[in-house]
């Protein structure tokens, strides 16, 4: 295995998973185990052993998958997925104590509760607003009014 430094050097400009366009100074990264969706080394999920990846569960809650190390040299054993949905802060704290406990990257903690932060707050139930009540029907009947007043006959003089 060649070091990530290394393979870093190798994929940084050219690989399947970058977005270039003129308009973006730094290119986007659609890789898997990429948090910020950054091309940089830091983030990268093609070069490190231990990666995360945090997407949404089918109806509600967070997907975290995470790499075991025993067996990080047979990539359909590696990765653990867990689904979490018993809500927001119970669902971050989790995140927050997996990545403790397996000693994962703690530079990525702060990432990995933002991604799942968005997430979470993207599934909430959106608030319906309340319309101006008096508004639609004021200017419907004045409408109706113009119109009818448009073709009353005029009278004569």
């Known amino acids: 295995m060649a070091s990530s430094h290394l393979n870093w050097l190798i994929v940084r400009d050219h690989n399947a ?4 366009r003129r308009d973006i100074r ?34 509600k809650g967070v997907n975290f998958v995470y790499n075991r190390k025993k067996v990080l040299n047979k990539p359909a054993k590696a990765p653990v997925k867990v689904t979490l949905k018993e ?24 990432a990995a509760l933002r991604r799942a932060s968005a997430i979470l707050r993207s599934q909430r139930p959106t608030k319906t607003r309340k319309g101006k009540a008096g508004a639609a029907p ?19 003089e």
Do not use: Q, W
């Open 17 to 20: 998973f970058l977005l270039k």
């Open 26 to 59: 730094k290119p986007f990264s659609t890789e898997p185990g990429n948090l910020t969706n950054l091309s940089s080394f830091r983030y990268s999920g093609l070069v490190h052993h231990k990666t995360i990846t945090i997407t949404p569960a089918e109806k």
């Open 87 to 110: 809500g927001p802060r119970r669902t971050l704290k989790k995140i927050a104590n997996m990545m403790k406990a397996n000693r994962y990257r703690a530079d990525l903690r702060g």
């Open 138 to 156: 004021a200017a419907a009947t004045a409408a109706a009014a113009g119109t009818a007043a448009a073709a009353a006959p005029k009278k004569a």
